[in-house]
């Protein structure tokens, strides 16, 4: 049973980084594409980005976080990671990882069988 739990969300103001990261148990961390969503008050969950299995070759992002987010994996630590840079209070959510055992990252929720609870970021203006 896999599980996942995210980590370090916060409350920052506009401008600032933080780094989430994402730990996974339970099975073979590098047979998994990864992925984080976030869900926006009042909004649906959407896609943020997404890392290809084994070695994370592959990455794709959203538009809105493409130049200022960057996901990465460790195989080492089974964990992966959200770099985000120049936050935007736009960017505030309750923010997921996801893992799928596929090679390649979708931007598809449904296509993930494994969620985190979700942590928290908030960005002030």
């Known amino acids: 049973q896999v599980h996942l739990v995210e980590s370090g969300g916060g409350l920052v103001q506009a401008g600032d980084s933080l780094r989430l990261s994402c730990t996974f148990t ?24 997404g890392i290809s299995s084994r070695g994370g070759q592959s990455t794709r992002y959203a538009g809105s976080v493409k130049g200022r987010f960057t996901i990465s994996r460790d195989s080492s630590q089974n964990t992966m990671y959200l770099q985000m840079n120049s936050l935007k209070p736009e960017d505030t959510g309750v923010y997921y990882c996801a893992a799928q ?24 203006s």
């Not at 869900?39 to 969950?45: A, L």
């Not at 979708?106 to 970021?121: E, F, I, L, P, S």
């Open 101 to 124: 055992p596929t090679p390649w990252a979708t931007r598809v929720y449904d296509n993930y069988d494994y969620w985190g609870q979700g942590t928290q970021v908030t960005v002030s």
């Open 26 to 49: 339970g099975e073979d961390f590098s047979k998994n594409a990864m992925g984080w969503f976030r869900r926006p008050p009042g909004k649906m969950r959407e896609f943020v980005a």
